[in-house]
């Protein structure tokens, strides 16, 4: 329901805001007779809810996505103990490549966001939300 409510905000009522006053023979007039300054305002915060609305949709999917797993190992014994172990250092290099493929693919998916929409506020939120993960 939440990405159905963004879609449908990006892909019809910022459209139909800034649309320009031209004559049509469709009986929907775009809010073309408020001000261009009431329009702005207005689509300044649809822009900056529709941002909120992306970060809360992306932490409700990523919740949960985000665990780095830690082996269950006896890791009090000292360190030369440890490395003469194969079986440990085998068991902490396999953990080592699982989370480096992890971060990987969160790093790929953040690089690869875009604004939700044209101006700054859209770029702040993106932004945010980078850092957010």
């Known amino acids: 329901p939440l990405e159905a409510f963004r879609r449908q905000l990006l892909h019809i009522y910022v459209p139909w805001f800034t649309a320009e006053a031209r004559p049509t023979a469709a009986p929907k007039k775009a809010p073309t007779d408020l001000p261009l300054k009431g329009r702005h305002s207005v689509l300044t915060s649809v822009h900056k809810y529709l941002g909120k609305l992306s970060q809360t949709i992306r932490q409700i999917h990523a919740q949960g996505e985000i665990v780095l797993q ?6 009090e014994l000292e360190v030369n103990v440890l490395l003469n172990s194969p079986e440990i250092v ?27 929409a044209p101006g700054p506020i859209a770029e702040i939120e993106l932004w945010r939300d980078r850092a957010s993960v």
């Open 70 to 75: 830690i082996p269950d190992l006896d890791l």
């Open 90 to 116: 085998e068991r902490l290099e396999q953990c080592v490549m699982n989370w480096q493929t992890q971060i990987t693919t969160i790093m790929e998916e953040q690089q690869s966001n875009q604004p939700e």
